[in-house]
Antibody
């Protein structure tokens, strides 16, 4: 059974940093692209970033480029999101999501974690 | 402002059929596969349709997807009150090098 479990969310001050983790199980971790997707309170889904299976390529939404860094440790089956220079508008539930298609990025997220809430406040 | 455009809301009676549209451009829907997600209140999104028209195992055939040009459509037949949810389309955008979502459509089953 595929499982994705996020952790690391919490309350942080404007300008602060936070690192989210997503621990995965039930599939060949290094073979699949993984994304972070967020949802602000009462708003729609917003894709944040993706990293391919090998970790060799990463992509970011313009809204987080230069502030957030996605990474993965395939030996630990864990995905990370380092978030720096946090702003109020980064407040959201952050989900990690597994692309369904082997080896490539399509945005066909067949598995999602339960989400972790990040609140940025002054 | 979302890259993909969906109607904010749709509604229909139980047992009826509803369609939800998703409009994009050649850099996203026009040249990439479309997925559809259902999000029930307070839960993570769930994949309903992938590769334009394929259903993951466990998704009933009441849900269907199609794509034509730069638009995609989700169809739901035999509406049930349990289908009340937010629905999102998504795909890869080759120009942005990003996954893009529609703004979401709230389905009300009257």
């Amino acid at each position: 059974e595929v499982q994705l479990v996020e952790s690391g969310g919490g309350l942080v001050q404007t300008g602060g940093s936070l690192r989210l983790s997503c621990t995965a199980s039930g599939f060949t971790f290094s073979s699949y692209a993984l994304s972070w997707v967020r949802q602000a309170p009462g708003k729609g889904l917003e894709w944040v970033s993706v990293i391919i299976g090998s970790g060799g390529s990463t992509y970011y939404a313009d809204s987080v480029k230069g502030r957030f860094t996605i990474s993965r440790d395939n030996s630990k089956n864990t995905l990370y999101l380092q978030m720096n220079s946090l702003r109020a508008e980064d407040t959201a539930v952050y989900y990690c999501a597994k692309d369904q298609t082997f080896g490539i990025v399509r945005g066909s997220f067949e598995y999602w974690g339960q989400g972790t809430l990040v609140t940025v406040s002054s | 402002q979302s890259v993909l455009t969906q109607p904010p809301s749709v509604s229909a009676a139980p047992g009826q059929k509803v369609t939800i549209s998703c409009s994009g451009s050649s850099s996203n829907i026009g040249n990439n596969y479309v997925s559809w997600f259902q999000q029930l209140p307070g839960t993570a999104p769930k994949l309903l349709i992938y590769d334009n028209d394929k259903r993951p195992s466990g998704i009933p055939d009441r849900f269907s997807g199609s794509k034509s040009g730069t638009s995609a459509t989700l169809g739901i037949t035999g509406l049930q009150t349990g289908d009340e949810a937010d629905y999102y389309c998504g795909t890869w955008d080759s120009s942005l090098s990003a996954v893009v979502f529609g703004g979401g459509t709230k389905l009300t089953v009257l």
